[in-house]
């Protein structure tokens, strides 16, 4: 059989929502949404993240469509249909070439893809084909069997000039394509040289395809992590599983063993840390540990990243740009077996130690950044940020030959990329503030566009709110104080609210001196880096500040979710998109956080399983960045204040995936309605969950009486679902506590007993003193 080459650019991917649903992995025949065989999980159906071009609904074929108005015409074209699973894995920042043209009276949409040899339609457009099964070879060596070979005659609708063209028929769920020869024959497409270099480019890529496989990277060498002896060892209890997910966390830890990322430990070890558990957003269980104690111990490298001036000078010069991610970096790295057996951990199955470099450990960023450099170390137009790759060249000619060596050097190295993630030949880049263009190098608008998109003030409170962040602006801004005096003039007092022409002009003339004056620091990586962020109740602020002067603002509305979240959730959450947002200055170095919610700094010290779960997520999504939390009055962080107040409209949600407290809880529907009502009817529950929505004053005297044994647990206690949560466990509603002790006491265990099992289901103040008393139990 003949073999062809099919080369396809991704031009766009869909965002696809993840699904809740309750999964397993057994292998499922003849899938109701894609019509193949895979395992039962929905990464893997080809149809996963896919329009129909039937219904033009998301996550099936048309073969399979279920819908009762199915029309044979194509009206829509996927972005992704099938064949892109295998073929479409680089990505760039134009559209897709698209074109529709009629076949037998039938309108169809066609991709044009000039890296294909061959044109391709599906057979449910043909009539009678050729018995030339030809092969279809992708750019990753994956292979796929046609139907035969045809030639039909298409007709451009819009000059009704019709070609005759050969087609190789394929399988209904793939794309029509037309090749570069077809597409040039019609002259849908001109092409130049250059356009006939990015080709080449693409089939550069298509010769390394083992960097692009579904497999744990492995760069050369072992790791080894260095302790200080002075410090004892500490071994953490096991932490307790809640049935409903102890079968996924077995076959996820069977999972990770069998890809060798841990391995079971049957020997004394000094160092046990405990084990935490993350749902995903697809239901899966992400495992990792709590090792506080352990980094007290753990010696840092101090890994120094390369000069920014003379890496910003290096990418000036470019003129094209490509970026990759690595595949699960940190496990790219392995730990000698000495090593291993520091990152051991607790589990109900039994102790298990981490073969690759697990997140949370405070060496992990500096030793994956180290490990990723030496791999990569001496290739032309290569730099590393982070934990991202950047391609770069003059022009792409030059870029090309880069990205080339590049993958050669993966390739060599062990190291694997995520191929969602590859972005080919882009026109411009963002770089630590700065943007990298094909006219060279220029500031980045993002990091003032949290101010300069702001609304004109609509009353008081508002203009004095933006004034004062401007006053603390204004030792960057020259002759700050002549342009905000029509501002000024309406908070003076007996001044009546009016918003006249020339406060507006005032307003639009300070945005600007903002947005083009030099307000903002050049990052330096040698000098401290400092992360304010604060929660209001709509929004999220972060300022990144050095010397007190800042480097980049960011804002961002909250979800109608996340606006019932907990005070100390909301502010956790805003150190989380802090952190990620300004991902490249933050990751890899000593970063000093300031909040201005004191219980987060007690929250943050503690074990992970003192934390309620929605916090446990949290907390984990920080363990990859070296953080330092600490205290500042609000009154004193005027930029994060504002900018929380004042947040970005539809600036979007950070990546933080929502858990489900009670569901995690073991109790049934009934009781925990039962819980629910009475929670409900409790006056003074009523008053705490206000509380804890809203925020705890400062000290104890200014709460409602009735509130104040809740204070000393105020950084533990969370609202979910109208149940309110200490940690993962519940508070319970007077009503329903004497209830609940006899129950405790019904197994006759003993005090002792009573008191643990009481303690790992519900809470309440003064709970271990009245079981103690407890007279109905005869064994106390």
């Not at 072992?222 to 096991?238: C, I, Q, W």
């Not at 790759?389 to 590049?406: C, S």
């Amino acid at each position: 059989m003949d073999s062809e080459n099919v080369n396809k650019v991704q031009q766009k991917r869909v965002n696809v929502k993840a699904d809740n649903r309750k999964k397993t992995h057994p292998m499922i025949h003849n899938c109701q949404y894609c019509g193949r065989s895979h395992r039962r999980k929905k990464e893997e159906c080809p149809a996963w993240g896919k329009l129909c071009t039937q219904c033009g609904k998301e996550n099936h074929f048309a073969k399979k469509c279920r819908s009762q108005n199915q029309s044979k015409q194509v009206n829509q074209v996927d972005y992704q249909s099938e064949d892109c699973e295998w073929i479409n894995v680089i990505k760039t920042k134009s559209k897709d070439l698209k074109c529709k043209m009629e076949v037998n009276n039938q309108a169809v949409a066609f991709q044009i893809d000039t890296g294909a040899t061959v044109n391709t339609v599906p057979e449910k457009y043909v009539g009678a084909t050729t018995g030339d099964l030809k092969t279809l070879t992708m750019w990753n060596g994956t292979q796929i069997k046609s139907k035969g070979t045809t030639r039909l005659v298409i007709k451009n609708p819009v000059n009704n000039k019709a070609y005759s063209v050969e087609f190789v028929v394929t399988e209904d769920t793939l794309t029509p394509l037309l090749g570069l020869k077809a597409a040039q024959q019609m002259k849908l497409i001109q092409i130049n040289s250059e356009n006939m270099q990015r080709v080449m480019s693409v089939t550069d890529v298509g010769m390394f395809p083992s960097v692009f496989e579904n497999k744990l990277g492995k760069l050369p060498g072992l790791v080894t992590l260095k302790t200080d002896g002075n410090l004892r060892p500490t071994v953490m209890p096991t932490r307790r599983v809640p049935l409903a997910i102890r079968s996924k966390l077995k076959q996820e830890l069977d999972r990770l063993v069998n890809a060798d990322v841990i391995a079971v430990v049957d020997e004394p070890t000094p160092w046990v840390s405990a084990l935490v558990i993350a749902p995903k957003k697809n239901g899966d269980l992400r495992i990792c540990i709590d090792p506080r104690e352990l980094n007290k111990a753990l010696q840092r490298e101090h890994y120094t990243l390369p000069i920014l001036e003379e890496t910003l000078h290096e990418l000036g010069q470019s003129r094209v740009f490509s970026k990759a991610d690595l595949s699960s970096g940190y496990w790219h790295v392995q730990l000698d077996y000495e090593s291993s057996l520091l990152t051991t951990f607790q589990t109900s199955y039994g102790r298990y130690r981490w073969k690759r470099l697990p997140f949370g450990l405070c060496v992990s960023s500096e030793i994956f950044q180290k490990k990723l450099v030496e791999a990569l170390d001496s290739l032309d137009g290569v730099v590393c940020i982070a934990d991202d790759v950047i391609i770069h060249g003059k022009d792409t000619e030059q870029h090309d030959k880069n990205l080339k060596e590049f993958l050669k050097r993966c390739q060599e190295q062990g190291i694997k990329l995520n191929q969602d993630k590859l972005e080919l030949r882009l026109d411009e880049i963002t770089f630590i503030g700065h943007r990298l263009t094909k006219n060279g190098l220029q500031s980045d608008p993002e990091k003032v566009k949290a101010i300069t998109a702001m609304q004109a003030p609509s009353n008081l409170k508002e203009l004095r709110r933006y004034l004062g962040m401007v006053n603390y602006l204004a030792k960057f801004l020259p002759n700050l104080h002549d342009t905000t005096k029509p501002l000024q003039d309406l908070t003076k007092k007996d001044t009546q609210w009016n918003w006249s022409e020339s406060q507006q002009k005032a307003f639009e003339e300070v945005q600007k001196k903002v947005q083009n004056s030099p307000v903002l620091a050049f990052y330096d990586p040698k000098k401290d880096l400092m992360l304010e962020n604060d929660a209001s109740e709509y929004g999220l602020g972060s300022a990144l500040l050095q010397d007190g002067k800042p480097v980049a603002y960011a804002s961002r509305t909250l979800t109608e979710t996340e606006r019932g979240y907990a005070q100390i959730e909301k502010e956790m959450l805003a150190v989380s998109y802090g952190l990620k947002k300004f991902h490249h200055y933050t990751y890899g170095r000593q970063v000093y956080v300031i909040t201005d919610h004191k219980p987060l700094v007690s929250i943050i010290k503690k074990p992970l399983s003192k934390a309620p779960r929605r916090l446990q997520s949290l907390l984990l999504q920080t363990q990859e960045y070296n953080i330092e939390l600490s205290y500042r009055p609000g009154s004193q962080m005027i930029l994060s204040d504002t900018l929380s107040r004042e947040p970005l409209a539809g600036s979007g949600n950070a990546d933080i995936e929502s858990v489900n407290n009670v569901a995690m809880l073991p109790v049934n529907s009934a009781r925990l309605d039962e819980i629910r009502v009475a929670t409900q009817n409790d006056a003074c529950l009523q008053k705490l969950k206000e509380v804890i929505v809203k925020g705890w004053p400062a000290e104890k005297r200014g709460l409602n009486p009735s509130l104040t044994p809740y204070y000393s647990y105020r950084d533990e206690l969370t609202v979910q679902d109208g149940v309110v949560l200490r940690g993962e466990r519940i508070v319970i509603p007077a009503a329903m506590r004497s209830q609940i002790k006899n129950k405790v006491h019904a197994g006759h265990l003993g005090i002792n007993s009573c008191l643990r099992r009481a303690r790992e289901l519900v809470f309440w103040p003064g709970m271990s003193a009245e079981i103690d008393s407890y007279q109905s139990c005869g064994t106390s």
